[in-house]
């Protein structure tokens, strides 16, 4: 099965200062990997995909994920916080089963803080 | 707009009451999931439709159950309300062979059980 471990619970930056959101998975097929943004008291919005191809992906609002398959990584980044970006950040692979459908496996969540 | 809504946004149960949350999608996706959302512990899949007429558990089935009343709604029911089933409860869905689209969720449901 596959599974999803984002390391840090909660991650603090300064205002302009290099986001880094890390995030682990585990399959034994080619994973389409996905970054989820939810802001307070709402539901989740997609930030950006990996499907095939280019290994940097560019989503919404500045971020952008590299896919590095001996890594079994996908971290999320972003140059320059802005206070905007405070947020909870799920990362999660999908499971695709015979019949198309499919099941996104989600990690446990980073909250970002930004502060002045 | 299209997308995921789901009815209440907030609900407030006594312990052993039951009560029914629902999901409707106007995007006229196959698949849709329920989950729940804990804090420190990401989404976990409750049930999930993998189109009409059909529903199978996930990770956290025990205290519900589901119904796919038709390709738009899918519900989920809670028959004996517990405390630990306080939380927040996302549906989401998705078309079916086009998994790059990532799903769509509801703006959740914010259940309190006391």
């Known amino acids: 099965a596959q599974s999803v471990t984002q390391l840090g619970s909660h991650v603090s930056v300064s205002e302009g200062a290099l986001v880094l959101l890390r995030c682990n998975y585990s399959s034994s097929v080619p994973p389409y990997l996905f970054w989820y943004v939810q802001y307070p008291n709402q539901g989740l919005q997609l930030l950006l995909k990996?499907?095939?191809?280019?290994?940097l992906v560019k989503g919404i609002n500045g971020f952008e994920a590299e896919f590095k398959k001996s890594e079994t990584s996908f971290h999320l980044t972003k140059p320059s916080a802005h206070m905007s970006d405070a947020a909870e950040y799920f990362c999660a692979v999908s499971e695709v089963y015979p019949g198309g459908y499919n099941k996104l496996i989600f990690g446990a969540g980073t909250r970002l803080a930004v502060h002045p | 707009n299209a997308g995921v809504t789901q009815t209440p946004k907030f609900q407030v149960l006594k312990t052993g009451q039951s009560m029914t949350l629902q999901c409707a999608q106007d995007?006229?996706?196959?698949?849709m999931y329920w989950y729940r959302q804990d804090p420190g512990m990401g989404l976990r899949l409750i049930y999930y439709s993998a189109s009409e007429g059909t529903t199978d558990k996930g990770e956290v089935p025990n205290g519900y159950n589901v119904s796919r009343l038709n390709k738009r709604e899918f519900s989920l029911r809670l028959e004996s309300a517990a405390p630990s089933q306080t939380s927040v409860y996302f549906c989401?869905?998705?078309?079916?062979?086009?998994?790059?689209?990532?799903?769509?969720f509801g703006s959740g449901t914010r259940l309190t059980v006391v």
């Open positions: 990996y499907t095939t191809g280019a290994t």
């Open positions: 989401a869905s998705t078309p079916v062979g086009r998994v790059l689209e990532g799903y769509t």
């Open positions: 995007m006229n996706h196959n698949s």
